[in-house]
């Protein structure tokens, strides 16, 4: 039951009291000298007054009156203070501590005043406060409260006086409202308000204030907020005019303007008279609020205009996307429709991103009927029926199949809400030039589609029917699009013409690709699956095919080619993320077999990094033309003379794991690696081999894969039949880079590599081009080593037998050495702190091999061997220590003897013996004295004196030689001429040689 409220019968007097509010011992509050009187009976009586005390704030209070029929008396509070009486009332009722602090802040001065004059109570009241002001003056009177004079108020509205409201939206900061009241009246009916009767006429402003709203989760700020508001009986009518303007984040200021009329608002409400002005309010708040898509159809912002006049209702609306005028309806149960409307979009590219941007769709809304509920519009259960037409609408990229413009679209659309919309359309593509989808389609493609349309939160197409009507394909596809995904409801098979015109201008785009010669068809087969249309939707991606064509004619720059019963088989699992593509074929040059080929990808993750960094690969090309593949590989003609008329290859990666194999009449390769951190050998009991029936012609087409066009050179030797080298590397530790393909990157940096490798060389025979002579290496050996990453000594050890001339025996080379730190991280040389151990030996070795080292070609007119002769011994000793030690050389050749002890210290290079030379002017080196006119100048003086001067810039035009101290002598051996020297020729020195000793 209902509990009674007890009444309080009888007197109470209170003198001299004091009241003590205190928080942890110390005083907030003290009312002292306190005097009160209540008595209740026929009439009441009521005495309060005493004084306040807070810190240094000292004030009082005075409240005196009674009640008989109405109630009259008057009080007078002075700087009372708040902060003490707040934290009583925070004690009593812990909900309510602070919000007395927040709406009135620290003091409080009132003057109140109800005083009856002649049947009349005049009311008066004077609140101060540093946020609260109220002035108000009234007389109540016939049970009527009236405003004298007009009544304001203002308030400072602190956050936490609006915490009962936070799960709505929370106040980010201090706002300052007011309230003007020109007039009013408010009667009163048994002493209790009667609000339906009330009349005013006034004005309330909000401003400044930042709000975070729950359900969108962003801040608002409210700028100002004017109403003005008159009513002469609220229950029958209110006229407001209002005038807002708000911020959110960076976009242009937000304003809404205009009236409103609105009847029987407390009881039975009706649908408003309205005339409003909306600019730039964002979509992205309403999206945020209704949980939609709006500002990704539609735009940004929205500006209308809004109008309801007693029986039409007039609407306006701009976005950037979309622009509809006047649009009449007639409200009754609902909003119908008066007369057809117009409207123009401009799709986006949050919808069709591959539209040129600013093309337009025209429309006309035909009919449309929106229910109304508690005089709310419920656009989402509109019904509707409009159609769309479009002229000329340029795509830059239609579907992944290129450039198309669509000359015309027409469409319907009906709807009984926006969950269920039934849509009509069809369209004529003129496809772009030389294009993916003129390949496909041909020039011209017409287009039908039809289905059912959900735009409740996000677009949805389901069912979707697509009818496409070209001169190379005629098919229909069967599908729906639901949450960003494009479903095949059923498997399509699809034939295409492919066209050389088509094709090649895509072929084109890469660098030395074949081009197509001939048309050829394909069969594309696809079963039922699932298409992503947004990145993050790339996990639900579902597809499975393959594409078929029998027979396609293709053209390098120098060979022409086939492929037959092509096959290309793809299946695309996003939910597993593995991606496979595999790709087979069998190969024609000239109408004659010329291999198979397979190649297979497999990828983790997204389909797009299928190709550029597959987790497997797989290729395989079997009794393959070296022509073709030579075109495949892009190693610009030189492939054939490397490796022969036609290879078996087979290349997998798997992960770390990489498997290398090539046979050929030629060459022969078989590695197994491991790529991690470096590129190493998967196992020490599987070295790399790699065998070359090398040529003169391999050779050749070898330095050109390796250097690119280069300058010509002359080579000294040809190469007669052809040589066995073998290479053997039983040990591999190769830098990669950060992989960013397919393959890995290997990083060439001695310093951080480390290997071990043997090359043997059977047999070569080198023909010298001037002489026309054989020599002929056998069994030469060479191995390198460099054991560990870093700061590693370079191992290296050589041999081989020469037979120069063809003579047949007598020649070997021999040598070994060290090197320790020569090289820098940066995979520079760095000799500054060097350290070597070298021993060579050269016996019976043709002095041209001097030249070949010297990298000098037939044509120079200063080569080593004509100052040395035609052979040579030779005894080279190195012994560097941090760069200091020692270097022999002994030379004992055809035309010269030498002998060369030198010392290093601190990189400087000084003689720790005399150097000493014997020169034998051959009639090569005469041919020499003959052209070389800066090199020598030999002049006869009488007395058979001779003097030879020598210019040594002319023997080494190419290598600058470091500043150098030189104390030489050069003797000659006296020997009369046959002949007056007169002008020196070479006759001279062939018919009695000079000997020079120096």
Known sequence: KKQKTPKFKGRLIIDKGTLLVTQSESPLLTMSAISLDFQ??????????????????????????????????????????????????????????????????????????????????????????????????????????????????????????LKPWEEFALLQNDAQTELNLTSASLPFKHHRPHFEKLAAVG???????????????????????????????????????????????????????????????????????????????????ADAYFKGEASRYLGEM??????????????????????????????????????????????????????????????????????????????????????????????????????????????????????????????DLQLGQNSLGQSLFGNQLKLSAEGKINLDQTLTLSPLLLKLDSPKFNGTIVGAIEDHLFYLKKGIEARFLLEPSQINPLLAKGENLPQMSAPTQMLLEVESGQFPLSEEKHSELSLKGSGKIQEITLRGSQTAFEFQDVVCKFDFDGKKEVNALRFEGTTLEGKAPAGDLEFHLKGKGKISELLSSPAQIALSLSNFSSKVADILFQTKGNLPSIVGQNLDFSLSMDKKDIDLTLSSPLLEIDGAFLAGDYLELRSPRKPLKIHWKMSEAGFIALRRLQAGPTKSHSPLFDMEGTSQIKLDVSSLQLPLEKREGAFPKVNFN?????????????????????????????????????????????????????????????????????????????????????????????????????????????????????????????????????????????????????????????????????????????????????????????????????????????????????????????????????????????????????????
Do not use: W
């Open 750 to 998: 001695l310093y951080k590599s480390a290997f071990d490798s043997k090359i043997r060389l059977e047999t070569l025979h080198l023909k010298q081009k001037r002489a026309g002579l054989i020599t002929k290496l056998e069994r030469f050996d060479f191995s390198i080593a460099k054991k560990n990453i870093g700061e590693a000594p370079l191992f290296f050890k050589f041999s081989g037998e020469v037979s120069p001339f063809g003579a047949g025996g007598g020649g070997d080379i021999q040598g070994q050495g060290t090197l320790k730190n020569f090289l820098s991280p940066s995979k520079a040389l760095d000799l500054s702190n060097v350290s070597t151990s070298v021993h060579a030996k050269l016996k019976n070795i043709p002095s041209v091999f001097i030249d070949a080292l010297t990298q000098l070609d037939q044509g120079s007119e200063f080569p080593p061997s004509a100052f040395l002769g035609s052979l040579i011994d030779a005894q080279f000793d190195a012994e560097i220590d941090q760069s200091q030690g020692s270097i022999t050389m002994d030379i004992d050749a055809s035309a010269c003897r030498a002998r060369f002890a030198g010392r290093v210290s601190d990189g400087i290079l000084s003689l720790s013996e005399p150097l000493q030379a014997i020169f034998t002017v051959t009639p090569e080196f005469n041919t020499l004295l003959k052209r070389g006119g800066g090199l020598v100048a030999l002049v006869a003086f009488p007395g058979n004196s001779y003097h030879y001067l020598t210019d040594l810039s002319g023997i080494f035009p190419s290598h600058k030689i470091s500043p150098c101290l030189m104390d030489n002598v050069v003797d000659f051996e006296r020997r009369k001429p046959t002949k007056n020297l007169g002008a020196t020729s070479g006759r001279n020195f062939r018919e009695r040689p000079l000997a020079l000793r120096g």
């Open 302 to 427: 929205l500006s209308g205009k809004v109008a309801k006049t007693k029986e039409i209702f007039t609407l306006s609306a701009h976005t950037p996307l979309l622009t509809v005028d006047n649009i009449r309806l007639t409200l009754d149960r609902s909003a119908k429709l008066v007369a057809p409307a117009t409207f123009q979009y401009r799709p986006g590219p949050a919808l069709l991103p591959e539209l040129n941007p600013g093309e337009e769709i025209q429309g006309t809304i035909k009919t449309l009927t929106i229910p109304l509920k508690k005089s709310a519009l419920l656009f989402n259960e509109a019904a509707f029926n409009l159609d769309v037409l479009g002229e000329r609408l340029f795509f830059t990229d239609l579907a992944r199949v290129g450039g198309a413009t669509v000359t015309t679209l027409k469409g319907n659309l009906q709807g009984t809400s926006l969950k269920a919309i039934q849509f009509k359309g069809e369209g």
């Open 203 to 285: 004005t309330a402003k909000f401003a400044r204030g930042t709000f975070l709203f729950q359900d969108l989760n962003e801040p608002i700020t409210l700028e100002q907020f004017i109403l003005n508001f008159n009513t002469d009986e609220l229950e029958k009518s209110l006229d407001l005019t209002l005038d807002l303007s708000a911020r959110h984040k960076n976009h242009p200021p937000t304003a809404i303007a205009g009236t409103l009329t609105m009847h029987h608002i407390l009881k039975k409400p009706e649908f408003p008279k309205m005339d409003l002005k909306l600019t730039n309010a964002p979509l992205a708040l």
């Open 40 to 161: 209740t009976g026929k009439e009441m009586i009521f005495k309060a007054e005493g004084n306040t005390k807070q810190e240094a704030l000292i004030g009082s209070f005075s409240i005196h009156g009674k009640r008989e029929k109405e109630l009259e008396g008057e009080g007078k509070i002075v700087n009372f203070p708040v902060k003490g009486l707040d934290s009583a009332i925070g004690a009593l009722m812990p909900k309510r501590r602070g919000y007395l602090a927040a709406l009135l802040g620290d003091t409080l001065n009132a003057t109140l005043k109800a005083k009856p004059t002649d049947g009349t109570l005049s009311i008066s009241a004077a609140i101060r406060s540093p946020r609260l002001l109220i002035d108000l003056d009234g007389v109540y009177e016939n049970e009527v409260l009236k405003l004298t004079r007009p009544a304001r108020g203002a308030l400072t509205v602190k956050p936490l006086l």
